[in-house]
């Protein structure tokens, strides 16, 4: 079956541009999580969605941030403004359900560029 | 977040057995171990993950101290794909069940 997928592969922006990443989750998955990755690093948390319960959003590192879920399937991050040090991989990634015991399926991610 | 230390490379010689260690010190009861490995240039993928009891699938092993302060995970027979980076993560209701924590990791390197 289809797995995560997740557009654009890569993205090149100029400092100060806004973008917006998609994530299509496995269908029938009612969790959906977004990392980022810089270069050499581990997984950074940014949000989580469950169901129509309220997002976890602890992990998104300024208000430049944000994401939705519409229909509680596709998810859109979008950053504003983007600076030099967002550019990283972006990764989605969902689940079953939300538990400490499930397995997290990731997409390939989107590599991001500010230039 | 709950904390694993991981070595942060490792090799081992293709169709040789690989054993990854992982400490974990400060895990609490609740808390289940997972292993994660990513390849070049792609997502995270799930390995294997355990709670108290050893467990085996078509990937790998994973061995759990008796005192869960410890795990390793085993690849019975490097080969070449097998060079990653591997994960260990702990994810329970004290450590935060919504996301994963992930390290650093360890970097295998499979040697033909």
């Known amino acids: 079956g289809a797995g995560v997928s997740q557009s654009p592969s890569n993205k090149v922006t100029e400092k100060g541009k806004d973008v917006e990443l998609r994530c299509d989750p496995i269908?029938?998955?009612?969790?959906l999580y977004w990392y980022r990755q810089s270069l050499g690093q581990g997984l950074e948390f940014l949000i989580y969605?469950?169901?129509?319960?309220?997002?976890?959003k602890s992990g998104l590192p300024s208000d430049r941030f944000s994401a939705e879920r519409t229909g509680g399937s596709v998810s859109t991050l979008t950053i504003q403004r983007t600076q030099q040090e967002d550019s990283a991989v972006y990764l989605c990634?969902?689940?079953?359900?939300?538990?400490?015991?499930?397995?997290?399926?990731f997409g390939p991610g989107t590599r991001l560029t500010v230039l | 977040d709950a904390k694993t230390t991981q070595p942060n490379s490792m090799e081992s010689n293709e169709e040789e057995p690989v054993h990854l260690p992982c400490n974990h010190s400060?895990?609490?009861?609740?808390?289940?171990i997972h292993w994660y490995r990513q390849l070049p240039s792609q997502g995270p993928e799930y390995v294997i993950h355990?709670?108290?009891s050893n467990v085996n699938n078509r990937m790998a092993s994973l061995a759990i101290a008796e005192d869960r302060k410890s795990s390793t995970l085993i690849l019975h027979r490097a080969t070449l794909r097998d060079a990653a980076v591997y994960y260990c993560?702990?994810?329970?209701?004290?450590?935060?069940?919504?996301?994963?924590?992930f390290g650093t990791g360890t970097r295998l390197t499979v040697i033909p």
């Open positions: 990634a969902s689940s079953l359900v939300q538990g400490a015991y499930n397995e997290q399926f």
């Open positions: 269908s029938g998955h009612t969790a």
């Open positions: 969605f469950q169901g129509n319960s309220a997002p976890d």
């Open positions: 400060t895990i609490s009861g609740t808390d289940y």
């Open positions: 355990g709670l108290t």
């Open positions: 993560i702990l994810s329970g209701h004290q450590t935060g069940a919504n996301n994963l924590f």
